[in-house]
């Protein structure tokens, strides 16, 4: 997410992206965002907005990680089946359904990961297309919903990165 944040950085936006290492349990992530959250509001740096990634994957604790961010007012952007199909929109804008395996083979494929993480030539000027794909795949896009398979919410973080 920091070079997404670095490729579209606004000047009206000052976003502070984290990544934590808890693993990929949906409720696992919404509860560390919570925590930091509250310790930074301890220390008087609060945060407008907060934001968290998942995957629907198999994750027996989405439905739970929905409603806790709900109520802690957390955006929380899901990728269904995973974030790996907004990766592949940024070459392709194909909106079949793959399996996990498959989906993994492709963004290898298309040259988008390497070693589990973004190619170095990651096309990050594909960012406008995928969001396009993506609201095609979800026209009734919302954070904290699951969308159809395939989708993924992610272009609501690229209108907050943008201060929209």
Known sequence: MERLNSFLRSKDVNAIVKSVGVGKDPLKVVQKCIELRNRAADNGKEFDVCVCLVDVDQHATLSLATNLAINEKIVLIISNLKFEMWLRWHKEPSRSSLTSSQLDELTKKLDLVHNKALSPRFPFDGVYKACEVAHRADPNMQAGVTGPNPSSS???????????
């Open 154 to 164: 992610m272009p609501l973080l690229v209108d907050l990165l943008l201060g929209k």
